[in-house]
């Protein structure tokens, strides 16, 4: 089973960008059919979809976040990426992300990072 790990800065200004990364071990991320999520839990509420890419490069996005937000895959390490711009505060949150084995849409993953707390604020 593959295991994930995510990492970047822990505070971001607002209207910056946020920017994490993914690390895959057990694992390829180019490996067919699966699929390499962004999910996030703003604090008291529930978990929210951002976006995924695929083994193949494919991505799809939360039509609420799509403007503003941008998945890709590494091209020479095991690891993916997401970046949210023009941050607010309402995007403070715990980050995860995750891996889906055949991808037929948000919901349902196989494996999860333990999450990342980002926090937007001056």
């Known amino acids: 089973q593959v295991q994930l790990q995510e990492s970047g800065p822990g505070l971001v200004k607002p209207s910056q960008t946020l920017s994490l990364t993914c690390t895959v071990s057990?694992?390829?991320?180019?490996?067919?059919?699966?699929?390499w999520s962004w999910v996030r839990q703003p604090p008291g509420k529930g978990l929210e979809y951002m976006g995924t890419?695929?083994?193949?490069?494919?991505?799809y996005y939360s039509p609420s976040l799509k403007s503003r937000t941008s998945i890709s895959r590494g091209t020479s390490k095991n690891v993916f990426f997401l970046q949210l711009t023009s941050v607010t505060p309402e995007d403070t949150a715990v980050y995860y992300c995750?891996?889906?084995?055949?991808?037929?849409?948000?919901?349902?993953?196989?494996?999860w990072g333990q999450g990342t707390q980002v926090t937007v604020s001056e």
């Open positions: 057990g694992g390829s991320i180019t490996t067919p059919s699966y699929a």
């Open positions: 890419v695929t083994y193949d490069g494919r991505t």
């Open positions: 995750a891996s889906t084995q055949t991808w037929s849409g948000p919901g349902e993953y196989g494996s």
